[in-house]
């Protein structure tokens, strides 16, 4: 009877084991970003006074599928964040110039854009009339990778595992009156968080993250800090000058 009781006590010290372990292995997350970004010309008040339409983005290849989901992402988050900056998505501001004819113009001044880096003003001064805004954000994917590996193993039963995903995206805010850029920024976000299902980091949540830290650099009221559910505010410094930090 003794070395029954003791081997069933042996069998729940081993299933708690096990169970602790996971619990103290899971729910962890992990986020590393470099911030760079440049105040230009616009100024504290400049986008609640006159608002910001979103562009089509532009997207490395095989990255195009993502274009209008960054687009989504950012102008969400930009929405939650600053609540007095009048914010027109992607879809509105395509409704807008498919409207107003504009879309032949529209799509000559994309496809220049792609290969000049230069948005032609006198079309760019027509998209921000018909979307009833002054700036224009035109956002650029350059990478976006999402891997996973185990992170701890016991008795050779795979627990847990460490998703991870990268990005990188740079944004420019254009001035529609004078066809100048008024800001710029871009980050490189690293996230890594630990689960034991089989759930991989989305590119929604790695989006909103990289539009959290370059938001929170515009000029302007201070941004709500609901949307990071992380916690912790990024450190950048202005004119090219990048910081890194890591969150736990």
């Known amino acids: 009877m003794k070395m029954v009781t003791e081997s069933r006590l042996g069998f729940r010290f081993f299933g708690m084991l096990i169970l602790f372990t996971a619990a103290g292995c ?13 105040a230009i010309t616009l100024s504290t008040n400049d986008l609640k006074a006159g608002g910001i339409g979103f562009l089509t983005p532009a997207a490395a290849t095989k990255l195009e599928a993502d274009k209008q989901a960054l687009a989504q992402s950012f102008a969400k ?12 998505s992607l879809p509105a501001l395509l409704g807008a110039v498919n409207t ?22 006198s079309v760019l001064k ?3 009339e018909v979307g009833d805004v002054r700036y224009l954000a ?3 994917l350059s990478g976006f ?4 590996f185990k992170r701890l193993g016991f008795l050779g039963l ?4 460490t998703k ?11 001035d529609s009156h004078t066809a100048s850029v008024a800001w710029e920024g871009g980050t490189e976000m690293n996230y890594a968080y630990e689960t034991s299902k089989e759930m991989p980091v989305t590119f929604n949540h790695v989006a909103r993250l990289a539009a959290e830290r370059l938001f929170s650099q515009l000029p302007g009221e201070a941004p709500s800090q609901e949307v990071d559910q992380l916690g912790t505010e990024p450190v950048a410094r202005e004119s090219g000058a990048g910081s890194l930090r890591a969150e736990r």
Do not use: C, H
């Not at 899971?26 to 440049?38: A, H, N, P, R, V």
């Not at 988050?77 to 027109?88: A, I, K, N, Y």
């Not at 795979?158 to 595992?161: A, D, G, H, N, V």
């Open 26 to 38: 899971t729910g962890g997350s992990q986020t590393q970003f470099d911030i760079e970004y440049t």
């Open 77 to 88: 988050t930009l929405q939650e964040m600053r609540p007095d900056v009048e914010v027109v």
């Open 100 to 121: 107003a004819d504009l879309d032949q113009q529209y799509k000559e001044m994309y496809r220049d854009y792609l290969e000049t880096s230069i948005l032609e003003g």
């Open 126 to 128: 027509q998209v921000g």
């Open 138 to 140: 035109q956002l650029s």
């Open 145 to 148: 990778e999402q891997t996973g």
């Open 158 to 161: 795979r627990l847990i595992e």
């Open 164 to 174: 991870q995903a990268n990005m990188r995206v740079f944004i420019q805010i254009w």
